[in-house]
């Protein structure tokens, strides 16, 4: 509308301006009369031409007099002074328009009553006006100048003039904060969160404190060459404590230094006969009192050897008169002999001596009253005739008094005392007729002999004599006594000669490799490899096998399978847990290792789930635990396995690569093939990162037959192979050879000095 008048000057065509919502319309023309009215508008007002020099026309009804709203309810138009001022019945719908905006300074005078008196007035806070009907032109939101966003206030717009961050409000950092409308987080997260911390398995917590407090006085020594652990209890102890004594089935134990058992007698060693002897001197025809032996069977007891007496042995019993008896006819018969018998020293068998104070030997021939006769081989008798005689065993005379007989010596039968010639086990004599003799028939007597063990053994075969050989160890046999097994020595002693047991003292032939005092032979058949463990228990010697090894801690092979305690997969323990990365989240493919020293024990990876389990791990000792992944930094805990233990153990990683650029992990100083393209990590080939794989950086490895490659990145060179040689010209050479390690190789170095 501000540009009407300009429109109306430089146009010649009439033109309308239709404003509907009052049905009210203007028009304009060349020429037009002041105060002819223009043509009627539809429903409205017309308004008459205009013409620069002449006045305003307008139309319309109710008419409006002289350019004055005489009827305050009429609708009336007034142009004055480029002014139009729009009264629709004093409605204060005022609109002005100039040229200039001061020539609008009439218009409250112009519209009359209808606008407010203050019209045009600076008002607000934001650069408005009053109109006509007293409303500011620019409104000021209520909360204008309120604090809002970072700092900033309400402005004009209802805007903030300085908003918060678009993230505000949003999750951030790892400890449970928020974005603010500064865009800082509510809670600040430490820097090295997540980090491992103290020496307990812990890591950085949101707070700064560390998750697992290591107890103030951790890895201080403790009981029994134990050290303190996480939990202020003490770990990683010996069984035994310095200088305890015990028993291992039958070898006595001492504790060392170190808290560990060490075995040092074994009791059953000592075993065996002990004392006898000829202790006194006899007299001649009087029973004495030798010594007597003993076997003493050792065992281990309170950690020392002791022993118990099983057997005794006494000889005295047999002293006595032995031999004596009659040969037939007049003539010489046996003398009895005192034998006094003792044990031989330190064994359970007799033997006796002929040496005692008085006479030692008894005869009875003297006595003989003989009539007799030969005729050539033929023997007769003629009484009065008595035959003196010992009565056998003793040293007392009797006699026979013999009817007259004949006899021919020649074909008189020979006779055998122990009537067999196989009697090996019976000492025997045998004697052999031959002629005539005014005592009766003259003999030769054959008795049983040693040679050694071999026996020759005389026997009567009519009126002549046959003899043979008997090795006696062929009557050896094996018997087990209190769980030794013993050979039954037989050999040939005594005159005459017999194969007997008393001849060679029993001997113990068993296997007891295990040397826990019960041999295989007598009850330790499958368990001979595990000392203190029989085929069935036996009381001070060794308990009885069980199916698997039921108790992982008492030193014995329970199950002898030639595993002991934690060296037996049955008391094995597993590991399990969980790999997470500094944002909480699970690692999958993590690498996971048991270490003893660099030595891998077993290993695995992580689920998807980040979890991960190794099982069947040989308790005791402690285990370095390493978690590797080629995005993070390797974490490395150590962990102390019991006897069948189901341990926990969580890993956290933080972001990073673990591969150095010399292919070793951050960790380790291992080469590993897995690093070839990270961080740096080159090998020259995949020839020569197979043979570079688990050495370490600088060591030589063969690259083939000819070449051979310094680890990691090196590339094929030439092997040159020199022959070693050691030589001086003159003078003393000293030589020394040693077996060393030169990059990772064993080689022999020989060091020469020359003088």
């Known amino acids: ?85 729009m009264d629709w019945g004093c409605g204060c719908a005022n609109y002005c328009s100039a040229y200039a905006p001061e020539d609008c300074n009439n218009c409250p005078q112009d519209c009359g009553s209808c606008c407010a008196s203050n019209i045009g007035q600076s008002c607000g806070s934001c650069g408005g006006t009053i109109q006509c009907n007293g409303a500011c032109s620019v409104s000021t939101p209520s909360n204008y100048g309120s604090p809002c966003g970072n700092g900033g206030s309400i402005l004009c717009s209802g805007s903030c003039s300085n908003p918060c961050a678009g993230n505000t409000g949003s999750p951030c950092g790892s400890c449970g904060g928020t974005i603010q409308c500064n865009g800082a987080c509510s809670v600040s997260t430490p820097s090295n969160y997540g980090q491992s911390c103290g020496s307990c398995g812990g890591t950085i917590q949101c707070n ?21 652990g996480c939990s202020g209890s003490c770990i990683n102890q010996g069984p035994c404590s310095p200088g305890q004594t015990t028993c291992s089935g039958d070898t006595t134990q001492v504790c060392s230094s170190g808290c560990q058992w060490q075995s040092q007698q074994y009791c059953p060693s000592f075993s ?77 068998s007799c033997t006796s001596t002929t040496t005692c104070t008085g006479t030692n030997t008894f005869n009875c021939d003297s006595q003989d009253i003989c009539n007799n006769k030969c005729e050539g081989n033929i023997f007769t008798s003629v009484p009065p005739m008595k035959d003196y005689y010992v009565a056998p065993n003793t040293n007392s005379c009797t006699s026979t008094t013999d009817s007259p007989v004949t006899e021919d010596c020649a074909t008189k039968q020979s006779t055998d005392t122990d009537s067999s ?39 009567a075969s009519g009126s002549s004599i046959t003899s043979g050989t ?22 040939c002693s005594g005159t005459p000669g017999y194969c007997n047991d008393a001849a060679v003292a029993d001997m113990p032939v068993g296997t007891d490799a295990d040397n826990d005092g019960v041999d295989v032979q007598c009850g330790d058949t499958t368990c001979d490899n595990a000392p203190g463990v029989c085929d069935a228990a036996v009381a001070g010697k060794c308990i009885g096998k069980t199916a698997t090894e039921t108790n992982c801690a008492d030193g014995l092979d329970n199950d002898c399978n030639g595993l002991t305690d934690c060296a037996d997969p049955a008391c094995g323990g597993s590991i ?78 933080n972001a990073g690569t673990s591969c150095e650029p010399d292919c070793t992990y951050a960790n380790d100083n291992i080469v590993h093939a897995t690093c070839d393209g990270k961080n740096g990590c080159t090998f020259y080939d995949a020839i020569s990162k197979a043979a570079c794989d688990n050495s370490q950086p600088g060591w030589v ?41 030169y990059n990772g190789e064993p080689v022999k170095l020989v060091v020469a000095a020359c003088g």
């Open 208 to 228: 700064g404190a560390c998750s697992v407090s290591t107890p103030s006085n951790y890895g201080s020594s403790c009981g029994n060459c134990g050290t303190i």
């Open 701 to 741: 490895r063969d690259y083939n037959s000819t070449y051979y490659v310094i680890c990691a990145s090196g590339s094929p060179q030439p092997k040159v192979e020199v022959q070693a040689s050691v030589s001086c010209a003159s003078g003393t050479l000293v030589k020394v050879t040693r077996i060393v390690v």
């Open 272 to 348: 065996g006969w002990v004392g006898g002897g000829n202790t006194q001197t006899a007299t001649c025809g009087v029973r004495d009192n030798d010594a007597s032996s003993e076997y003493r069977d050792y065992h281990c007891s309170a950690g020392s050897c002791t022993y118990s007496v099983t057997q005794t042995k006494n000889c005295d019993s047999s002293d006595g008169w032995y031999g004596g008896g009659n040969n037939a006819g007049c003539g010489t018969d046996p003398n009895s002999v005192w034998n006094d018998y003792y044990v031989i020293p330190n064994t359970g």
């Open 421 to 459: 010639a196989t009697a090996y086990t019976v000492p025997g004599t045998v004697t052999d007729y031959t002629s005539c003799t005014l005592s009766g028939c003259a003999s030769t007597q054959y008795s049983d002999s040693c040679s050694g063990n071999v026996l020759t053994e005389y026997g």
């Open 470 to 491: 008997k090795n006696c160890a062929d009557y050896n046999t094996f018997y087990c006594s209190n769980n030794k097994y013993f050979q039954q020595n037989w050999g």
């Open 576 to 653: 399990s847990g969980t790999v997470r990365n500094q944002n909480a989240q699970p690692v999958s493919g993590a690498d996971v290792s048991v270490k003893k020293d660099l030595t891998t024990i077993k290993s695995t990876t992580t689920s998807s789930q980040g979890t991960y389990t190794l099982s069947s791990i040989n308790c005791g000792g402690t285990y370095n635990m390493v978690a590797s992944h080629p995005d993070y930094v390797p974490n490395t805990q150590s962990i102390a396995l019991s006897p069948t233990q189901q341990a926990t153990l969580n890993f956290n990683m």
């Open 1 to 85: 509308m501000k540009k009407l008048p300009t429109l109306l000057i430089l146009t010649s065509v009439i033109f309308f301006i239709v404003y509907a919502s009052y049905g009210l319309s203007y028009g304009a023309g060349p020429g037009g009369d002041s105060g002819d009215p223009g043509p009627q508008g539809d429903g409205g007002v017309g308004v008459g031409g205009f013409d620069p020099s002449g006045g305003y026309g307008y139309s319309g009804g109710p008419y409006c007099g002289n350019g004055y709203c005489g009827d305050p309810s009429s609708t009336c138009i007034t142009w004055s002074e480029s002014c139009m001022c």
